[in-house]
């Protein structure tokens, strides 16, 4: 077949995913705070890109609900809304129980291994109050069965709500009814290992949905 004409696709294609990973992580770790104004001039400058990788990682923040965009006018840092906050949660259960029950049976003993030691991370920095560290270890625990369950929508739309999430978690993680999740996270990974899914799914599930300020 021929070589399409149009060249650098993927590039470009990288730099706007790059671009909305830096912003949505400022954002979810409260670097930008609630109510802040993003003006594309400084956004630009910051990360040495043009306006529009900018505006496009700004459309899907919208998207996501973590930027509010007023036409003509200015674009803010979406203060915390504690019905976004449950929608997003209970859409995150659902998801990652349907990833864990596809992933049993699927994911071989390096992933359960890697899953375990995700687990002993976050217990680490639990007992530390390492707050990025426990919520980047939280994060690989589930990525995991995320990535083996063989069904590439579920990750595709966890990104809509995972982000919503997790800067609920930095602005309270002090108050959040989190210390007994590497618990649960041992059951999970024992009920896929006996090859149980839907005993795991269900763990999974609850272990999503405990999550309260």
């Known amino acids: 077949m021929p070589v399409p004409a149009e060249r650098g696709i993927h590039q470009r294609r990288l730099l706007r995913d790059e671009v909305y990973g830096v912003l949505r992580d400022a ?3 409260g670097r930008f705070t609630p109510g802040e104004q993003l ?13 529009t990788p900018i505006r496009e990682a700004l459309l899907r923040l919208e998207r996501s609900g973590l930027v509010r965009a007023t036409p003509g006018r200015s674009t803010v840092v979406a203060p915390e809304d504690a019905a976004s906050v449950r929608d997003a949660q209970q859409v995150a259960a659902e998801l990652h129980a349907l990833a864990v ?8 003993t390096a992933g359960l291994t890697a899953m375990r030691e995700a687990n002993r991370a976050l217990r680490h920095a639990l007992s530390a109050g ?5 919520l980047a270890a939280d994060d690989a625990f589930h990525r995991l069965p995320v990535d083996a369950c063989g069904n590439r929508l579920v990750a595709n ?3 809509e709500v995972t982000a919503t999430l997790r800067r609920s978690e930095y602005l309270h993680f002090g108050s959040l009814t989190g210390a007994d999740s590497p618990d649960q996270h041992d059951a999970i990974v024992a009920a896929m290992e006996s090859g ?5 799914a269900d763990l999974t599930r609850r272990n999503w949905l405990r999550l309260a300020t």
């Open 101 to 108: 029950r596809l992933a049993t049976g699927r994911i071989d």
């Open 130 to 134: 390492d707050v990025p560290g426990a």
């Open 27 to 29: 954002i979810v770790q």
């Open 157 to 159: 739309q966890l990104e």
């Open 39 to 51: 003006r594309d001039a400084e956004l630009s400058a910051w990360l040495g890109v043009s306006r």
């Open 196 to 200: 149980d899914g839907e005993r795991a």
